[in-house]
């Protein structure tokens, strides 16, 4: 079985990377197309992925080249020959349909990583109005694949399936060092997020980044005017150009938290860092399972907002606490709560690992995947037996 698997970036989207390399591990034929230049190109090469170097994200601000865009991809297409498209993007997702048309015969599979365009009425129409009788969706958490059936598309064309992770590498053995690094006081309580700062999209009416930093920052000076001792660390970096965004947020906490906001930056050891916290908060505004998955594979106390796929891993009352986006007052209840019983916030921890380690063994997500592929290419007219 041959798949060609579409990026749009060459940087980020390690949750692909992962789930490529484990069906190159089940003997499918893995090619993927994504942009030069990034280190995913020399990852995917090191995975036994055969790597095709393009850009094929729906060119929104240039849309005059988008017939050589499609040129390109036709050309892809007819050299690999594959038996299925898994597209990663809504960009690459739009540039496959429209160039290859509603009527090709090889199938098309977009796995949605994120639900942002399915909660905006315009940009879920533009969506699905591309689709054709080769297309089928994988939801990639239990928001998104009941919203497409909401939105008419019928059980047999729509599946679920998590981007796992790989539990190996979230296991911290050394002991965590960064209370002592900060010099904080015994009595202080760390609390946590992580996330890459994106700036607010005005287009979709934000008027906050989507990652809801601003909101932590105001639930954090909240949780001190009541007298909760705590200092808030932020890790990551500006996402795709946002370094003006990410600089307004430093001042903002500045000035509403002085030394109590940390900003970290981007940083290679964020599973050291989740280890050192009482508490990690992730207090987006849209998400798929996202950092909450990360802070409970490692066992980390959570808190994340009740959007998306956020739900799948955090169960209120039993694996952590979710509280409505957009809330720094509910945000602030929920911190004080966690960090005035920790014993408790603990046990859900635990219990919130093993609800994650379930949902988001990369391994067995990757087997659900390729069981799809089956599952799809058996439906064709005359489909021959597939060995993989």
Same mark, same amino acid.
């Given at each position: 079985?041959?798949?060609?698997?579409?990026?749009?970036?060459?940087?980020? %989207?390690?949750?692909?990377?992962?789930?490529?390399?484990?069906?190159?591990?089940?003997?499918?034929?893995?090619?993927?197309?994504?942009?030069?230049?990034? $280190?995913?190109?020399?990852?995917?090469?090191? %995975?036994?992925?055969?790597?095709?170097?393009?850009?094929?994200? #729906?060119?929104?601000?240039?849309?005059?080249?988008?017939?050589?865009?499609?040129?390109?991809?036709?050309?892809?297409?007819?050299?690999?020959?594959?038996?299925?498209?898994?597209?990663? #993007?809504?960009?690459?997702?739009?540039?496959?349909?429209?160039?290859?048309?509603?009527?090709?015969?090889?199938?098309?599979?977009?796995?949605?990583?994120?639900?942002?365009?399915?909660?905006?009425?315009?940009?879920?129409?533009?969506?699905?109005?591309?689709?054709?009788?080769?297309?089928?969706?994988?939801?990639?958490?239990?928001?998104?694949?009941?919203?497409?059936?909401?939105?008419?598309?019928?059980?047999?064309?729509? #599946?679920?399936?998590?981007?796992?992770?790989?539990?190996?590498?979230?296991?911290?053995?050394?002991? $965590?060092?960064?209370?002592?690094?900060?010099?904080?006081?015994?009595?202080?309580?760390?609390?946590?997020?992580?996330?890459?700062?994106?700036?607010?999209?005005?287009?979709?009416?934000?008027?906050?980044?989507?990652?809801?930093?601003?909101?932590?920052?105001?639930?954090?000076?909240?949780?001190?005017?009541?007298?909760?001792?705590?200092?808030?660390?932020?890790?990551?970096?500006?996402?795709?150009?946002?370094?003006?965004?990410?600089?307004?947020?430093?001042?903002?906490?500045? %000035?509403?938290?002085?030394?109590?906001?940390?900003?970290?930056?981007?940083?290679?050891?964020?599973?050291?860092?989740?280890?050192?916290?009482?508490?990690?908060?992730?207090?987006?505004?849209?998400?798929?399972?996202?950092?909450?998955?990360?802070?409970?594979?490692?066992?980390?106390?959570?808190?994340?907002?009740?959007?998306?796929?956020?739900?799948?891993?955090?169960?209120?009352?039993?694996?952590?606490?979710?509280?409505? $986006?957009?809330? $720094?007052?509910?945000?602030?209840?929920?911190?004080?709560?966690?960090?005035?019983? &920790?014993?408790?916030?603990?046990?859900?921890?635990? /219990?919130?690992?093993?609800?994650?380690?379930?949902?988001?063994?990369?391994?067995?997500?990757?087997? /659900?995947?390729?069981?799809?592929?089956?599952?799809?290419?058996?439906?064709?007219?005359?489909? &021959?037996?597939?060995?993989?």
């Amino acid at each position: 079985m041959r798949v060609l698997h579409l990026l749009k970036t060459s940087v980020g %989207a390690q949750w692909a990377l992962r789930q490529m390399r484990e069906l190159v591990k089940l003997r499918i034929d893995v090619h993927v197309a994504l942009p030069p230049g990034g $280190p995913m190109v020399a990852a995917c090469e090191a %995975a036994g992925i055969t790597v095709h170097r393009g850009q094929f994200d #729906f060119p929104v601000t240039r849309p005059w080249v988008f017939g050589r865009v499609a040129r390109d991809l036709r050309q892809l297409v007819r050299e690999v020959q594959p038996d299925l498209i898994h597209s990663h #993007f809504v960009g690459t997702t739009l540039t496959t349909r429209l160039a290859l048309g509603a009527t090709h015969e090889t199938p098309r599979v977009f796995q949605v990583p994120g639900p942002l365009h399915l909660e905006h009425t315009f940009y879920r129409r533009a969506e699905l109005g591309t689709a054709g009788k080769s297309d089928y969706w994988i939801g990639s958490c239990r928001w998104t694949h009941e919203r497409y059936g909401r939105a008419g598309v019928p059980a047999e064309r729509r #599946f679920l399936s998590y981007y796992g992770s790989d539990l190996d590498s979230l296991q911290v053995t050394e002991a $965590p060092t960064l209370r002592e690094e900060l010099s904080l006081l015994p009595t202080q309580r760390l609390i946590g997020m992580v996330a890459y700062f994106y700036a607010p999209r005005l287009w979709l009416g934000q008027s906050r980044g989507i990652k809801g930093h601003e909101d932590l920052v105001d639930a954090v000076a909240l949780c001190v005017a009541r007298g909760v001792d705590v200092v808030c660390v932020f890790v990551g970096g500006a996402w795709n150009g946002a370094d003006e965004y990410e600089h307004r947020v430093r001042e903002y906490a500045n %000035a509403r938290l002085g030394a109590r906001a940390i900003f970290l930056g981007t940083r290679p050891d964020v599973a050291r860092i989740y280890r050192a916290l009482d508490l990690a908060v992730h207090p987006s505004h849209s998400e798929n399972v996202g950092g909450a998955a990360e802070s409970l594979l490692i066992g980390v106390p959570t808190i994340a907002t009740s959007v998306g796929g956020f739900p799948d891993v955090v169960v209120p009352g039993e694996t952590g606490w979710l509280v409505p $986006p957009r809330s $720094p007052a509910a945000l602030a209840g929920a911190i004080t709560e966690a960090l005035n019983d &920790p014993a408790h916030a603990r046990r859900m921890a635990a /219990e919130g690992r093993r609800r994650a380690q379930r949902l988001l063994d990369v391994r067995e997500n990757a087997r /659900e995947i390729a069981g799809i592929y089956r599952t799809i290419l058996a439906r064709r007219p005359g489909a &021959p037996g597939l060995a993989a």
